[in-house]
């Protein structure tokens, strides 16, 4: 079909140029069939279009929902003008799509308001959006949710890397850690205002984007070495409880394993590179960018500590203990890194 449509298109091509050089001499022109331009097949299903003012949005999925394929727009839809030809939206719907926006990334700022917002708008860092502490219900948006925002520096989770690339940072305003005379770092509470608005903009990215709970994580989880941030008295159990946001570990299956854990000499287990090399693997297996060497070395020391700012915030030592095993082992259990 299509070599037979390309013969005729050749034979237009060569007749049309012909045409051109006629001279007075040709007397009658050639019946030609009448050929309409060929179009390619309309896929069946053309993606629905709304139109406010000079923006289009698409105003459904396109791609394939079980894949996390979710593809409706809610920006407008960006396309390029080229001079002369003209742009078909609705033409080819590729089921082969989805967001950028795959990770919600939280921070605390350790500036006040105006500085936080000084830095973040002014200097070489940004953040999609800076959650404020002044009681309003205000969040300021600093960058466009299609655009990359400089937040989360050299970074890693699982399978990815330099996370600036595919998530959403939020920054919020808190005064960020002091260290105590015994080198214990004193973190400040979040205000329950300032907490809900993190939460109701949390929940709301995470719906339009469908980010897994597995992908909603604070700094210090992509980058364990060198962040603190958002610290251990960030709420992620109330957002988890309240908000359904993120990941919590099953109490009864940490209990399981807490009560083989409690068995252990864990200032001994330290020590043992069999062992150490079982719970750097297993933090590994959950997300974190550690390398297992048998060593419990400041890396392995820091990330733990990184661990139990999340998961055990009650003490983060960054010593592995009874507690900590237990809920490291329960949540890989109910998040599988696939
Ligand atoms: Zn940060």
């Not at 001279?23 to 040709?26: D, F, L, N, P, S």
């Not at 996390?68 to 920006?75: A, E, R, V």
């Given at each position: 079909m299509r070599k037979s449509l390309s013969i005729i298109f050749l034979s237009l091509l060569i007749v049309s140029c012909g045409t051109q050089k006629k001279?007075?001499?040709?007397v009658a022109k050639p019946t030609l069939p009448k050929v309409s331009p060929v179009k390619p097949e309309i896929p069946v299903h053309k993606p629905k279009i709304e139109h406010n003012g000079e923006l289009d949005f698409f105003k459904e999925n396109i791609g394939d929902i079980t894949k996390?394929?979710?593809?409706?727009?809610?920006?407008s839809i960006v396309s390029a003008n080229p001079s002369g030809c003209k742009v078909v939206k609705t033409f080819f719907p590729a089921v082969a799509q989805n967001f950028r926006q795959k990770y919600i990334i939280l921070h605390y700022t350790a500036l006040d308001d105006d500085k936080s917002l000084n830095v973040l708008t002014q200097q070489s860092v940004s953040a999609h959006y800076l959650v404020n502490d002044l009681g309003d219900n205000e969040i300021y948006q600093l960058v466009d949710e299609n655009k990359r925002a400089y937040h989360a520096g050299i970074s890693a989770w699982r399978k990815d890397k330099m996370l600036n690339d595919t998530s959403i940072g939020i920054e919020i305003v808190n005064a960020g850690y002091k260290t105590d005379e015994s080198g214990i770092k004193i973190f400040p509470e979040y205000p329950d205002a300032q907490v809900k608005k993190i939460a109701v903009l949390v929940k709301d990215i995470a719906t339009r984007y469908m980010v897994p709970p597995t992908n909603i994580l604070g700094h210090s989880d992509i980058a364990p070495t060198r962040k603190q941030d958002p610290g251990p008295n960030f709420p992620w159990k109330k957002l988890y409880d309240e908000y359904q946001i993120g990941m919590w570990y099953d109490e009864t299956t940490k209990q399981t394993f807490y009560d083989t854990a409690v068995l252990e000499d864990y200032a001994m287990q330290m020590t043992v590179p069999s062992f150490v090399f079982k719970i750097q693997t297993a933090l590994r297996d959950f997300g974190y960018d550690i390398n297992p060497n048998g060593t419990y070395d400041d890396a392995t020391k820091k990330t733990v500590e990184t661990f139990q700012y999340h998961f055990r915030p009650q003490n983060y030592s960054g010593m592995i203990d009874a507690e900590t095993w237990a809920i490291l082992q329960a949540l890989n259990l109910k998040y599988p890194n696939k």
């Open positions: 001279t007075q001499t040709v996390n394929d979710n593809t409706i727009s809610y920006g």
